[in-house]
């Protein structure tokens, strides 16, 4: 329990509101970051007196996230306050989030790894509180907390490895052969993508299939058919001879049971807002996006996957680091997780 962290209020607030609980180590500087890498508006504001005074004095810090939503603590969070309160033994501090009830339609059937459908079965949130919420259920993933959600008690403890995949974000352009040898380095089974297809080329003029697709739809003049297809493998002569410019390529590996990994290589001018601020993006970047696509892609959007899942998981995920630290390695640049939060290249 934080030494100076206010006692969380016994007053109905507690279970009208949304809470963010957290364990012991991480703090306000964390909870700044993570805001900043999704609100443009996130800063940190004084705490009314009204707010000083409820807290005994203690030192309540409110980071505003929204026009209309914000989050006020730390609040003390004992072991059996917690219990009573359904969340998990271990958290130390715990936020309460300010922001206007917002809902729209009841939840679609399907995946839910967040467990937000399950957290509100009768009405979706919508506007400021969906971006709010969605954005508590990332940061309690990426600091081993736990939701509660206002009114209903439903606590999400969201999966910390659920998020595998990984964006080096660069302002420099790896050539598809040295990207591949970099990743080799890691998956030795990677390849470009779409080498393992089977590759057609050009038709010749006077291929019989060629001519019979031509028939099939309509063409019926023989002279016109031969036309057609001199026409076609002219054309394909073209482009062969004409490459246009890449911008962008893959490198892939097939993993077998443990599913799919892939490499996905494109320039964007959209920046995600972490970035939007350093000099070198304002050209635009080059997204190096690290990929595990599962053997059973239900499982990815479940809540609380199959052994196998996160069996073939824990597999995968230190070749998807791995190829992001040997990227970064060559490339520099700046690493985000899924959620778009900031991740430190030394940890992967």
Known sequence: ????????????????????????????????????????????????????????????????????????????????????????????????????????????????????????????????????????????????GAVRVGRTGTVLTPDPGALVDLVLYSDRWLEPAEALATVRTVVRRARPSGSGDRSLGPEAADDPGLRAHLARFGVRDEAERARLAAESAAYDAHMLAHRPVEHGYGVEADLDVDGYFAVEVSGQDEVPMVLASLPWTREGVVAYRVRWEPAELAEQESERPSLAHRVARGRVAPQVRGVARALHAVLGGAVLDEAEFPVDPASL
């Open 1 to 144: 329990m934080a030494a100076d962290a206010a006692p969380l209020p016994t007053t109905t607030s507690v279970d009208e509101r949304h809470l963010l609980a957290l364990p012991a180590g991480p703090g306000a500087e964390d909870l700044g970051v993570l805001a900043a890498s999704r609100f443009a508006a996130a800063r940190w504001e004084p705490a009314e007196p009204r707010l000083v005074r409820a807290a005994g004095g203690a030192a309540l810090r409110v980071l505003r996230l929204g026009r209309l939503s914000r989050l006020v603590g730390p609040y003390a969070l004992d072991g059996g306050r917690a219990a009573a309160l359904g969340l998990p033994p271990q958290p130390a501090t715990a936020w309460q989030l300010e922001c206007p009830v917002e809902r729209g339609e009841p939840p679609w059937p399907g995946g839910d790894r967040d467990g937000l459908k399950r957290a509100f079965p009768d009405g979706m949130p919508v506007r400021e509180e969906e971006r709010a919420v969605t954005w508590l259920v990332a940061v309690a993933r990426r600091l081993g």
